[in-house]
Nanobody
């Protein structure tokens, strides 16, 4: 049972990156999934979440209008399209599985985490 993120890297301000999270070992389509991030010297911040069949999505105010979450249940993969990147988006980005039914903004309710992928926004 694991989550593996990829797609991070260095992007200029105003640039774009697409993160992926490959899930294995469980029935991916049964779970709400989330993205969270941790910037250097700061706490964990919830970024976005998506219901099991994508019928509901939500975003932190800090990324709303710039980031888009999606999923492909046939390929057991979660995505985060990040556009109009800002230096303050620099962080280690994690995908996570929500342990309970329904939506959650609380990382204490996330029971499976990936290892993270680093995003750095700098000119």
């Amino acid at each position: 049972v694991q989550l593996v993120e990829s797609g991070g890297g260095l992007a200029p301000p105003g640039g774009s990156l697409r993160l992926s999270c490959a899930a294995s070992g469980f029935t991916f389509s049964d779970y709400t999934m989330s993205w969270a991030r941790q910037a250097p010297g700061k706490g964990l911040e919830w970024v976005s979440g998506i219901f099991s069949f994508g019928t509901k999505v939500d975003y932190a105010d800090s990324v709303k209008g710039r980031f888009t979450i999606s999923r492909d249940n046939a390929k057991n993969t979660l995505f985060l399209q990040m556009n109009s990147l800002k230096p303050e988006d620099t962080a280690l980005y994690f995908c996570a599985r929500v342990s309970r039914e329904g939506f959650s903004y609380n990382s204490a309710e996330f029971d499976l985490w990936g290892q993270g992928t680093q995003v750095t926004v700098s000119s």
